[in-house]
């Protein structure tokens, strides 16, 4: 079997996770040029295509998008391997300010992992006071959630959100169940912060003028999903965080509609430490748990 080249690999990589060429190039320090002819190799080597035409740009076909899901994990493999047997010296402490929802649910229940894999690592993680927030000094990196615009930073999407309602089984049997959209209305709305997402998803779910004032207000993700999970109300939650809970049944999807989030998940550090060897395994790997729940 004929293995595609590393650097091609890379390419595609880089690609998928930045969605454009010009930052593809930047990121491999090559023109783009190098970085378009790299993946129509590639689309030579394996026989299919990779890259579609969307009006102006490019983007992965969905075959191209499956193929760079592997290859991201097949990369993370070898470099984590090189980390491990080649002795590059990662360690030493590490700071990582994150979002008190994704710390939580997410990031705490597999951090272990990483601390296995790189036990020289001193990681510490902080919780910003807004969700945005890449301004603690003492953090090396922040997982924030935004539209992306942080200037003079490092920025890399880790991954986009929708949201949906959740609820307990406790809730929605004591209610009766949901018939309808607009029968969520019959329960204490749960908002984190302001009442947005829900407007949107009622809009959305063609609910006529609900009031979307109402309900309880939290100021942190983890105190929306504990009112949840109590049966308290019924929150809008997202698949990434919320899934251990919906796997282990103690919050359950009533509806298959979902908004999609105007903002995403990224991983920002200053440019000065964007090349820093623990910043680039932290990323390698938590790439590689995103992809595994994609």
């Known amino acids: 079997m004929r293995i595609p080249s590393t650097q091609a690999l890379r390419a595609l990589d880089s690609f998928a996770r930045h969605g454009s060429v010009w930052r593809a190039a930047d990121e491999l320090h090559l023109t783009r040029s190098a970085v378009s002819h790299q993946l129509r190799l590639l689309e030579r080597d394996l026989g299919f295509d990779l890259l579609e035409r969307i009006g102006k740009g490019v983007a992965l076909t969905p075959r191209g998008q499956r193929y760079a899901s592997d290859v991201r994990k097949a990369l993370t493999v070898l470099g984590d391997a090189v980390t491990r047997h080649a002795g590059t010296g990662?360690?030493?402490?590490?700071?990582?300010?994150?979002?008190?929802?994704?710390?939580?649910?997410?990031?705490?229940?597999?951090?272990?992992?990483?601390?296995?894999?790189?036990?020289?690592?001193?990681?510490?993680?902080?919780?910003?006071?807004?969700?945005?927030?890449v301004s603690n000094a003492e953090a090396d990196a922040f997982i924030a959630f935004g539209v992306g615009n942080w200037p003079n930073r490092a920025v890399e999407p880790l991954c986009e959100i929708s949201f949906t309602p959740l609820c307990s089984p406790t809730l929605l049997n004591k209610i009766g169940g949901f018939s309808k959209p607009a029968d969520v209305l019959r329960a204490n709305l749960l908002h984190l912060g302001d009442t947005e997402d829900w407007a949107r998803w009622l809009a959305l779910s063609k609910v006529e003028n609900p009031d979307t004032e109402g309900g309880i207000f939290f100021s942190d993700m983890n105190l929306v999903f504990s009112a949840a999970i109590a049966g308290q109300g019924i929150a809008m939650g997202d698949e990434l965080t919320s899934r251990r809970a919906l796997s282990e049944g103690r919050l359950v999807r009533p509806f298959d509609t979902a908004i999609s989030s105007p903002r995403s998940y990224f991983l920002v550090s200053e440019h000065a430490k964007a090349a820093h060897p623990v910043l680039e395994a932290f990323g390698r790997w938590l790439r590689s748990k995103l992809s595994e729940i994609s």
């Open 90 to 133: 990662v360690g030493g402490s590490f700071s990582v300010s994150c979002t008190p929802g994704f710390a939580s649910l997410f990031l705490c229940t597999h951090i272990g992992e990483f601390r296995q894999m790189y036990p020289d690592v001193a990681l510490r993680i902080l919780t910003p006071r807004r969700l945005d927030d």
